[in-house]
C-alpha cells in the first residue's frame, strides 16, 4: 500500500510547532530520500558542515510518556534503519537550504538533516527522525494519547500551543512543540509522532526538530516541505 501526504500540515501543533526544527538539501529543489545515505557533507563547503547533531537526552519525568508505557506493557521495542527488510519506506524529502547529515546522523536515526544557512554558523538546526518496530499488545491511539509527555519531561518545557492530532502520508500522527533549557541556551523543539501499522507490528516514526528560540522562523519552510512530500509505502 502506498500513501502519500495530500495538504500542507506544519510538523508542529502550532504555526511555531514543528517549526522548532531544520531539514536540509544538496539541490535547488526539495529532494526525497531513499534507502541510501547521501555523500556527507565536506568541511570544505559551509560552516554547517562542521557541525554535529547532538542527540537529545530522554529521561524519565513526572509526565506518562511513550518509553513508560512500552516499558509497562512488556512491548518490544526494535530500532529500524533505511533498507532493513520488511520494514515500511519513508522517504523524506531535504528541503532547500538543508542537507543530508552525513556521518553526523546519529546511530539510532532513520535520517537526519541539518541547516547549511548562515544561521547555522552560531547553531545548526536540524530534523532527526527514528524508526522503531514494536511487538506486542500496542494500542495505536495510546501512543498517540502519550507523545507528548516526552516534551514535556525536558528542563523548563514551555509549550508553543497545544498539541494537536495530525497525520503524515495519512498515517495518523501527534504533534508538539515547544521551548527549553540546555545550559544558557532556549532552545525550540518539536515533534511529530505516527504511528504506521504494517506485517503485525506497529512502527513508530519520530521527527524531531531542533533549533534555537530565534532560528523558528528559519525553519519553518523545512518542516513545511516535509509535511507536504513525505511518503510511506508498507
Not at 537529545?56 to 527488510?85: C, F, L, M, W
Not at 528560540?213 to 516541505?225: C, N, S
Amino acid at each position: 500500500m502506498h500513501r502519500t501526504a495530500t495538504s500542507t500540515i506544519a510538523v508542529l501543533a502550532s504555526a511555531i510547532a514543528l517549526a522548532g526544527c531544520g531539514s536540509a538539501s544538496h539541490s535547488t529543489k526539495a529532494t526525497s530520500t531513499t534507502s541510501s545515505t547521501t555523500a556527507p557533507v565536506t568541511t570544505q563547503t559551509t560552516q554547517a558542515s562542521q557541525a554535529k547533531v547532538a542527540p537529545r537526552t530522554v529521561v524519565p519525568g513526572p509526565n506518562p510518556d511513550i518509553a513508560s508505557y512500552i516499558k509497562q506493557n512488556g512491548i518490544t521495542e526494535t530500532p529500524v534503519h533505511r533498507g532493513d527488510p520488511g520494514a515500511p519506506t519513508i522517504d523524506l524529502p531535504i528541503p532547500d537550504g538543508w542537507a543530508d547529515a552525513g556521518p553526523d546522523t546519529p546511530a539510532t536515526a532513520y535520517w537526519a538533516i541539518i541547516d547549511t544557512g548562515p544561521e547555522a554558523a552560531k547553531y545548526t538546526p536540524s530534523i532527526v527522525a527514528t524508526v522503531t518496530k514494536l511487538v506486542g499488545n500496542v494500542d495505536q491511539q495510546k501512543l498517540l494519547d502519550l507523545a507528548s509527555g516526552e516534551l514535556k519531561n525536558l528542563p523548563g518545557f514551555k509549550p508553543m500551543g497545544d498539541g494537536s492530532a495530525s497525520t503524515l502520508a495519512n498515517f495518523p500522527a501527534y504533534q508538539f512543540g515547544g521551548t527549553y533549557a540546555q545550559g544558557d541556551q532556549t532552545k525550540a523543539v518539536a515533534q511529530k509522532t505516527v504511528v504506521i501499522p504494517a506485517d503485525g507490528a506497529v512502527y513508530l516514526l519520530r521527527l524531531n526538530a531542533d533549533c534555537l528560540e530565534d532560528q523558528v522562523g528559519q525553519a519553518l519552510p523545512a518542516t513545511i516541505a516535509i509535511d507536504e512530500k513525505a511518503k510511506i509505502t508498507v
